[in-house]
């Protein structure tokens, strides 16, 4: 038996016409067309990874126009730290390829309501091709010309990283209820000490990591005399901490949702300190921010006289980068291969309950031994493929931001420096998060009419 890829049941499974076949829409697996564009999505990043590690800047200058002269830039020619811009720049084109690739499949598959749609082939197959045209939009945006695209992109990453840190929050809140319920579940059927034991100790690793990190933010993020916006940030995220947490072990909250309990008010919690930390390093304020961003950004108010030389390297990588890239690629993987146990979830995400493939639906062994695919949305698709594509655009321009650290150049091109609206978009997001978190709990108290199982 060969391996099924999921793109046409007609050949025999892992040949290469099979590779290149749109046939048979009706024959394959959803949750590898999800899992084939979501590598797509992580073949970009990992590539984006490599345009900014240290020593590749020698390589990407080579480019033509992509630093000739200093820069492309009119007028700054020769006052350019293309050490420091080369790698930012060559990050914003390649996730700018990527965006406008699942932007494409986003607009292309609008409305459509099942497999037996001649677009659903186009999801389901051509995959050569596809990779085709997302190496021709990559290279074509390296001859995009800098001027204000650079600058307008950054913002268009803002916005579009502020609604992907909302998606991501929405699938943690859901992964969080859906791995208490299955523990106490397994508590119910199995060893109940066991399961109570390892729900215990996760809930208070969380709790102690998270309180832990409040402490850190006291004593490094903040000054007896300054940085008061950061002791509001960290102050009101404890607090609010605190009120869902304790919101979420009510008699009345239990009584409604029996699977509600710390386990997820504890990530939860832990994931808001993150967002805490995120944003603190994003503050331009360098007395309140001993981040990385002062190893890429100069020191010397006034520059030497000539072309501007760059440090030996630039590191943009901190750990807030690498946390939230890891948290991105599980929350990348999750929304790839399943659908929610929550009806609200589901319809929030345009994902349908309960129309997975099981494992005996998965494939048939025909008269001839071997397996084949089985349609699992010949009547109704089990997600929505225009929202699954639009969400993928906005992990791209998340990605953008994050390998970046939501960084832009100085008037000048000569260094890297950070914003406000950094700041705010994180801290914002944490607040909705812990909204949302909060509604999740309530929402059967105060809409009795409704099923929010």
């Known amino acids: 038996e060969g391996l099924y890829l999921g793109l046409c049941a007609s050949c025999l499974c892992g040949s290469a016409s099979c590779l290149l ?8 697996n959803s949750t590898i ?3 084939a564009f979501s590598f797509f999505l992580l073949l970009g990043t990992l590539v984006s990874i490599i345009m900014i590690l240290p020593g590749m800047e020698e390589h990407l200058k080579k480019i033509p126009g992509f630093c000739l002269g200093g820069s492309s830039i009119p007028g700054i020619q020769n006052h350019v730290n293309c050490d420091v811009v080369v790698g930012y720049k060559s990050v914003y084109r390649m996730c700018f390829a990527m965006a406008c690739f699942f932007f494409l499949f986003s607009i292309i598959m609008v409305r459509v309501r099942s497999s037996k749609d001649p677009r659903a082939a186009i999801q389901n197959g051509f995959w050569f091709f596809k990779f085709l045209a997302l190496v021709g939009l990559t290279v074509g945006a390296f001859f995009i010309p800098d001027g204000t695209f650079n600058t307008v992109w ?13 998606i991501q929050l929405i699938l943690l809140v859901d992964f969080a209820h859906s791995w208490n319920q299955s ?7 199995g060893n109940t000490k066991c399961w109570f034991a390892a729900l215990l100790s996760f809930t208070f690793i969380h709790y102690a990591l998270a309180l832990a990190a409040v402490v850190l933010f006291y004593l490094f993020y903040t000054l007896p005399d300054d940085c008061t916006e950061h002791k509001v940030f960290i102050s009101l995220n404890f607090i609010f901490c605190i009120v869902v947490s304790v919101v979420s072990i009510l008699p009345k909250v239990q009584e409604a949702q029996p699977t509600s309990g710390l386990l997820q008010a504890s990530l939860i919690s832990l994931y808001t300190m993150y967002l805490t930390w995120s944003a603190m390093t994003n503050n331009p304020n360098r007395q309140c921010n001993p981040s990385l961003l002062s190893l890429v950004q100069p020191t010397s108010p006034t520059p030497a006289p000539g072309p501007t030389q760059a440090p030996g390297h630039v ?12 948290i991105f690629l599980f929350c990348t993987l999750y929304a790839s291969i399943r659908s929610s146990n929550n009806a609200q979830v589901n319809k929030l995400m345009q994902t349908e309950e309960g129309q997975g493939l099981t494992a005996e639906d998965e494939s048939a062994v025909g008269e001839d031994g071997v397996r084949r695919a089985v349609d699992n949305e010949e009547e109704a698709v089990t997600y929505s493929y225009s929202f699954f594509h639009f969400s993928l655009f906005l992990a791209s321009l998340y990605i953008m ?9 100085d008037t000048a091109y000569e260094a890297m420096q950070t914003t406000i609206p950094a700041v705010w978009v994180k801290i ?3 607040w909705i998060g812990l909204a949302l978190y909060l509604w999740t709990l309530v929402a059967p108290l105060v809409l009795t009419d409704r099923d929010f199982s």
């Not at 950054?154 to 909302?166: E, K, Q, R």
């Not at 523990?183 to 059927?189: F, H, M, P, S």
Request: charged fraction near 10%.
């Open 154 to 166: 950054y913002y268009f990453g803002v916005v579009g990283s502020f609604m992907f840190i909302i």
């Open 428 to 430: 914002c997001s944490s």
């Open 21 to 28: 076949s749109s046939c048979c829409p009706s024959t394959y």
């Open 33 to 35: 067309s999800r899992l």
């Open 183 to 189: 523990w106490l579940e397994k508590a119910e059927n």
């Open 401 to 409: 931001m994050t390998l970046t650290n939501w960084y832009r150049p």
């Open 315 to 326: 590191q943009w990588w901190d750990a807030q980068s690498i946390v939230g890239l890891l």
